[in-house]
C-alpha cells in the first residue's frame, strides 16, 4: 500500500532528551512537511523540504532540526531546546498541491 | 496562500446535507481551492478541490461560485463518522507548505 507512515504513535520522553521522530513515505512525493497541532489548535508549519538534502523553516523551526537525506524519509528530532514540546507532530508528503498526511505522532515530555 | 474565512463550528442533524461555507475573496484566477479534513486525533485527510466549475467524488461536492470568491462544501447525507474539523484551503503553488486556518469544526448530531 503506497502511504506515508509516522512512528511512533506515542512517545514518551524526560525533559532535556532529544528525541526524533520518523515519516517516511513511498508515494515518490518530492515535497514532505512536518506541521505541529496542539490541543484545539490548527496546524503550524515546522519545516519542509522540497527537494532530497534541502530543507527550509517554517513558522516554528526554533528547537527541532530535520534532515532529508533520501526522497523518502524526512525525520524530525525535538531538541531540548524547544522549550514546550509536548504536542501532536503531523507529517505530510506531496507532489501537487494535494497533500497526504501522516497519522501523527502524539509526544508527550515528562 | 490566499487567506480564506470560514465559521467556527457548524451542527447538522444526521442524514441530511452539510453544507460548509469558505470565503476566499483574494483568490487569483488560477488558484484552486482545495478541501480537507481532520477527524480527532488523527492526521488531516483530502477531500476535494476545483477551480471554477462544480466538482463531486464519493465523498462530497464543491460548489464554486461564479466569481470564485467563495465555495461550499457538501456532505450529501452527513453521519456521525463525518465529525471532524474542515479546512478550506487555496495553495499559492505546488509543492508548497499548506496554510491551515482553524477551520469550521461540524458537529454531526444523532
Known amino acids: 500500500d503506497g502511504g506515508i507512515t509516522q512512528s511512533p504513535k506515542y512517545l514518551f520522553r524526560k525533559e532535556g532528551q532529544n528525541v526524533t521522530l520518523s515519516c517516511e513515505q513511498n508515494?515518490?512525493?518530492?515535497?514532505m512537511y512536518w506541521y505541529r497541532q496542539d490541543p484545539g489548535q490548527g496546524l503550524r508549519l515546522i519545516y519542509y523540504s522540497q527537494i532530497v538534502n534541502d530543507f527550509q523553516k517554517g513558522d516554528i523551526a526554533e528547537g527541532y532540526s530535520v534532515s532529508r537525506e533520501k526522497k523518502e524519509s524526512f525525520p524530525l528530532t525535538v531538541t531540548s531546546a524547544q522549550k514546550n514540546p509536548t504536542a501532536f507532530y503531523l507529517c505530510?508528503?506531496?507532489?501537487?498541491?494535494?497533500?497526504?498526511f501522516g497519522q501523527g505522532t502524539r509526544l508527550t515530555v515528562v | 496562500d490566499a487567506k480564506t474565512t470560514q465559521p467556527t463550528s457548524m451542527d447538522c442533524a444526521e442524514g441530511r446535507a452539510a453544507n460548509l461555507p469558505c470565503n476566499h475573496s483574494?483568490?487569483?484566477?488560477?488558484?484552486?481551492v482545495y478541501w480537507y479534513r481532520q477527524i480527532h486525533s488523527q492526521g488531516p485527510q483530502y477531500i476535494i478541490h476545483?477551480?471554477?466549475n462544480n466538482e463531486t467524488n464519493e465523498m462530497a461536492s464543491l460548489i464554486i461560485t461564479e466569481d470564485r470568491k467563495s465555495s461550499t462544501l457538501i456532505l450529501p447525507h452527513a453521519t456521525l463518522r463525518d465529525t471532524a474539523v474542515y479546512y478550506c484551503i487555496v495553495p499559492r503553488l505546488r509543492n508548497t507548505p499548506l496554510v491551515f486556518g482553524k477551520g469550521t469544526r461540524l458537529s454531526v448530531i444523532a
Open positions: 508515494l515518490n512525493h518530492d515535497a
Open positions: 476545483g477551480l471554477k
Open positions: 483574494t483568490i487569483s484566477g488560477n488558484e484552486y
Open positions: 505530510a508528503s506531496s507532489i501537487t498541491r494535494e497533500a497526504f
